[in-house]
């Protein structure tokens, strides 16, 4: 979960850092799957009673999920 959680931002940087829009896309994606992986691991973790419920922590990946995607799609996100 750790290794998912650093990926998302680190992936942004990343794709950031390379200065054009279809290599930033790229990493935006990527940062995506991340959050995408990361979600699942909670999920799976709070069914198999590793962690307790977190709506919070639920709320959080809703957030950054919503942010990716304005960064993925800023004309579809302006509507």
Not at 29 to 39: F, P
Not at 53 to 74: A, C, D, F, K, Q
Request: glycine share 6%.
């Amino acid at each position: 979960m750790r290794k998912a959680a650093v990926s998302i931002p680190s992936n942004i940087a990343e794709g950031y850092g390379r200065q054009h829009r279809a290599e930033y896309d790229q990493f935006l994606s990527i940062a995506y799957g991340s959050l995408l992986e990361l979600e699942t691991q909670f999920l799976l973790a709070n069914d198999l009673k590793y962690v307790p419920e977190s709506p919070e922590i639920e709320e959080l990946l809703r957030e950054v999920g919503s942010m990716l995607y304005r960064m993925l799609h800023p004309l579809n996100a302006k509507r």
